[in-house]
């Protein structure tokens, strides 16, 4: 049986360009604020969530921070693991094996970019070894592997580069009501259209920036949060689902585990899309957001194009979407996920300022990692 959880404290660190800290800062400056946010003290945490690319980094980090928890879970499915973590967590919980969970990470992708140590997706690696079957042929990771998505959805459905740019100028305009989004130029469809192409039919600003930066959310029970500083922002339904590694993998182009999470998200929740009032989707291109609106149903497989047309996502639009400026205007690391439940719990608890969504009851999260390779959903609500 399921206990009732709820995020109580959010935050993330400093973000953008930071090459005076490292990841191990970020992560320690994000749970600090948000164990503020709480009114918790890091003595209260028994339960650890963290992943990343170095071997064995949730230890590094649980000894950095100065925490021994009594139940630890690394689980490492890319983009998408700070929403597994929420379904982990609940779970966690419901059993008995902790009651305050930490959810938390970093990197500082653009500082190691300027530095020379970039981290390199484009030859694959002996342990990974179907790589051996797309790198020789230019498709290294992430950007081909989309593109090849966005190609098919194009192919099939006839989907076009100009609605493609609806969803980077919709996120933008959010962007712009962020104070701490990177990018907050106004930015048009000739814009998108105009900039370089990185990978037939992608082009620039169809892609998410490189950035600093890290998260920490804090789950709990409803008995503890009771007594906290913030409503609790409850964690209503939970789905995860993962069905390849490799794109040549993907079962179909047009198809993302989206569908998969979503539904069980849902059927938990015992609510609808008609039900969501804020939208936040991994959007490491824009082709990925395009795909969960329609995996997650918020329009039929196909139409996911002319459904995003007139500004539909942007604010004023009937479908508030990525209202923080999403990971291609406001701050993409590498592993996006975190920032969604953090840009949902402040829309719920009504701290979204100038990008406030008014009313705003629910909220629906959707990370996804790897090539379009693993979806976790999750569905939160106030009272």
Known sequence: ?????????????????????????????????????????????????CSGWITMESLMVAEYLGISPAYSDSTMPGGASFEFHVEHAVAAISAGLCEVALICYAETRLSDRKRGMGMNFAT?????????????????????????????????????????????VATRKWASLNPVASMRDPLTIEDVLASPMMSTPLRLRDCCLVSDGGGAVIITTAERA???????????????????????????????????????????????????????????????????LED????????????????????????????????????????????????????LWGEGAARQVAGAKTALCNGIGGSLSSSGTVILGVD
């Open 124 to 168: 694959g690696s002996a342990q990974e070894p179907e790589e051996q079957f797309e790198a020789p042929y230019g498709c290294w990771i992430p950007i081909p592997t989309y593109a090849l998505a966005a190609q098919r959805h194009m192919y099939q459905y006839g989907t076009t580069s100009e609605q493609l740019a609806q969803i980077a």
């Open 1 to 49: 049986m399921m206990v009732k959880t709820a995020i109580v404290g959010a935050a993330e660190s400093d973000i953008g360009y930071t090459p005076d800290k490292t990841l191990l800062q970020l992560i320690a400056q994000a749970t600090k604020r948000a164990l503020d946010d709480a009114g918790l003290a890091k003595s209260d945490i028994d339960g650890f969530f």
């Open 296 to 347: 997650l149903g918020f329009c039929p497989k196909g139409e996911g194009g002319r459904f995003v047309e007139g500004q539909r996502l942007a604010p004023g639009g009937s479908l508030p979407t990525n209202t923080g400026g999403g990971g291609l205007s406001c701050v993409h690391t590498g592993m996006f996920g975190i920032f969604l439940l953090i840009e949902a719990a402040r829309q």
């Open 226 to 292: 009771r007594d906290l500083k913030k409503k609790p922002v409850w964690v209503l339904g939970c789905g995860e689902a993962h069905t390849h590694r490799s794109i040549s993998g993907m079962p179909d182009l047009t198809v993302s585990p989206a569908k998969l999470s979503g539904e069980r998200a849902f059927r938990m929740a015992g609510l609808s899309p008609s039900h969501i009032d804020v939208l936040e989707l991994y959007d490491s291109f824009t082709i990925t957001v395009l795909l969960e």
